[in-house]
């Protein structure tokens, strides 16, 4: 396990800014609870300070994961976000799409937001945004990118998709073979 490199760090930050904007300060500069960015065998994590140091004193072999899994990165050097990151993502969230029960499932199955679906969102989503998906009772239920912008949406067809699903936690079931390898 080890720190990031500057590049690295760039990547993962712009990544992370596309969903959670500014709020990334949030992340970063937490005085009460100070947590940092560790890489192990290409995934990034979240991990509390105090855990990082503890986690040191592990071997790299032996460990498995330690804070909350990121992302990962891809063999050409992209940085890809994993469901797992819906936690910090949801609560600090720039724009939020919210769907009604009917549009739940078709989501969780990994169908794309549709309009018919859509029970409220952000009035400021621009076309092309991070956007996180939550249910009308507020579950964070995935991320996505916006497909057209508030304004555009609004003047949709029932069955026009609002949001690109990206990742989802019905993920946790259907690719549970492959999520954690």
Known sequence: MRQLTEEETRVVFEKLAAYIGRNISYLVDNKEN???FRLQKDRVYYVPENVAKLATSVARPNLMSVG???GKFTKTGKFRL???SLSILAQHAKYKIWIKQNGEMPFLYGNHVLKAHVGK??????????????????VPL??????KSTSEARNLQPTAIVAFRQADIGEYLREEDTLFT
């Open 34 to 36: 100070p947590h940092v």
């Open 68 to 70: 909350i899994c990121l």
């Open 82 to 84: 994993h469901i797992t």
């Open 121 to 138: 969102m952000s009035d400021d989503i621009p076309e092309h945004a991070g956007v996180i998906v939550f249910s009308m009772h507020d």
């Open 142 to 147: 995935g991320f996505g990118v916006s497909a």
